[in-house]
């Protein structure tokens, strides 16, 4: 698998350390306050998996899927619901969990939907940000990294469904996806 990568953007103990900083973030602005963490499958559910681990308030999980890529590279803008979440937001303070915003048509779809069934609040954290990709802007209330536009694999992003178990993040190696 190594051949396939051509660099490491963003380490394991960077990730680590970034999530601990946001856990701690997350946990002092909703104090007093339940929180649903709502992540976007598959990719989200390696970094949903280690920031609830870090939180200490009143949490509990959910998840959506939705789709937008398929196996491409580039974004369709087409959103798709795949899987809905299995409880009502209404009243609720949720939390969107994403690995990735890159051209911010999933986000943004998906925020405007879930604003629609009345949750008390909607804020977004997001592991990655490509900030030159960006077509529609989001409100990104938690980020870990600003990443160049660069297609990028691991800790939970694929190529095809691959690569997803990649303790870092790192920049696929063009002969993989014929670029
Ligand atoms: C990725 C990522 C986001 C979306 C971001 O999901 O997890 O949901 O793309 O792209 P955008 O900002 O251009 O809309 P993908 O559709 O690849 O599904 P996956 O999580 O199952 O890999």
Redesign the pocket.
Known sequence: MGGDLTRIVVTEEEIDARLAELAARIDEDYAGKELLLVG?????SIVMSDLIRHLRGDVSMDWM?????GASTQ?S?V?RILKDLDTEIADRHVLVV??????????SWLVDNLYSRGPASVEIMTLLRKPE?V?VEVDVKYLGFDIAPEFVVGY???YAERY?QLPFVAVLAPHVYGG
């Open positions: 976007v499958l598959k990719g989200a899927a939705v789709s937008s890529y974004s803008g959103v994403e690995d990735i915003l890159d051209s911010g048509l999933t986000l990709a077509k939970g992003l694929d997803r």
